[in-house]
Nanobody, 115 residues
Framework: QVQLVESGGGLVQPGGSLRLSCAVSGVMFSVDAMGWYRQAPGKQRELVAAISSGGSTVYADFVEGRFAISRDSANNTGYLQMNSLKPEDTAVYYC?????????WGQGTQVAVSS
């Protein structure tokens, strides 16, 4: 059974940093492609960043160079380094992994940016 577990969220002041992790288990091969999404209260879930199996990355416009997505395929773990956080970054952050025709989601980790 494939499971994704996010961690690393929390409360941080504006301008601060957090590093989110997404550990993938229950697969018999390396996970190379991964996406990070977020959902703020009353809003739709939106893409934050994604990395392809070839290592190409894409970021939402609102990231503005503040975040970096990476992965450790050997350990089936993905990361989202978030710097210069703003109050509008407050949301539940989810990782997503496409495996064949299926797409798997974690349970989410809360990020709150407030002074």
């Amino acid at each position: 059974q494939v499971q994704l577990v996010e961690s690393g969220g929390g409360l941080v002041q504006p301008g601060g940093s957090l590093r989110l992790s997404c550990a993938v288990s229950g697969v018999m091969f390396s996970v190379d492609a991964m996406g990070w999404y977020r959902q703020a209260p009353g809003k739709q879930r939106e893409l934050v960043a994604a990395i392809s199996s070839g290592g190409s990355t894409v970021y939402a416009d609102f990231v503005e160079g503040r975040f970096a997505i990476s992965r450790d395929s050997a350990n089936n773990t993905g990361y989202l380094q978030m710097n210069s956080l703003k109050p509008e970054d407050t949301a539940v952050y989810y990782c997503n992994v496409p495996l064949g025709v299926k797409s798997y989601w974690g349970q989410g980790t809360q990020v709150a940016v407030s002074s």
